[in-house]
């Protein structure tokens, strides 16, 4: 997506050569009116999937999952990342390791809002490991939902977690891949051909 990776960069920062800073418009601010056409593309990809709900991680992912269900017209689930205080029954959890934390994280959502009949689109700001993707995954299949693909704004390409989820058969739509970084520079995948 081209308007994205303009975006990207003029307001984005490479802090390291692996670490993207995109705090102005997802990650802290949020550009509400661009946010809306990423949500516009990622449904213009997903639009004959019968989509039923999308699920997501809070709190980046909120907002493109949010985007995205007011364009399919669906409902849209976060995951949450610690224990609820009215969240308690009914839970479908998963483990998902930080690889910069080096921990494990419990997150939940509750089986009332997923079920066997749904066709799940996982939407994620970031993918670099591949964790909380994974995560996901494995909570849409313990609710015997069936998973239509993922989609990311933001994949770091020079990290495996695409990878390991296209291994699985799992559609991977990353509206930008980012082939390397370097203070002050950005690359994308298409541009590494060149
Ligand atoms: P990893 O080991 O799989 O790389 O992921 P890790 O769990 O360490 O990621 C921690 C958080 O950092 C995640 O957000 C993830 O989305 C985000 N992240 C990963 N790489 C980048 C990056 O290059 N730039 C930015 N800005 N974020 C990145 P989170 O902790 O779930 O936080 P949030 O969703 O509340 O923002
Ligand atoms: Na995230
Ligand atoms: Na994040």
Do not use: C, W
Request: overall charge negative; glycine content about 6%; charged content about 25%.
């Amino acid at each position: 997506m081209k308007a994205l990776q303009e975006k990207i960069r003029t307001e984005g920062r490479a802090l390291s050569e692996d670490v993207l800073k995109v705090d102005s418009f997802l990650n802290h601010q949020i550009d509400p009116v661009f946010m809306q056409e990423i949500g516009q593309e990622f449904a213009r990809r997903f639009k004959d999937e019968n989509i039923t709900k999308i699920i997501t991680l809070e709190s980046s992912g909120i907002t493109p999952a949010v985007m995205t269900g007011i364009e399919l017209g669906v409902q849209v689930v976060f995951a949450r990342k610690s224990k609820s205080l009215t969240l308690q029954d009914g839970l479908i959890t998963s483990s998902v390791y930080s690889f910069t934390k080096e921990e494990s994280k419990e997150i939940s959502i509750s089986s009332d809002f997923i079920n066997e009949n749904d066709r799940v689109l996982v939407i994620d700001d970031f993918l670099a490991n591949g964790q909380a993707a994974l995560g996901l995954m494995q909570m849409v299949a313990k609710a015997n939902a069936q998973l239509v693909g993922i989609g990311i704004v933001i994949e770091k390409a020079f990290q495996n977690g695409g990878m390991k989820l296209r291994e699985n058969d799992v559609r991977v739509e990353s509206l930008a891949q980012i082939s390397s970084m370097a203070k002050g520079k950005i690359t994308f995948v298409e541009e590494e051909a060149l």
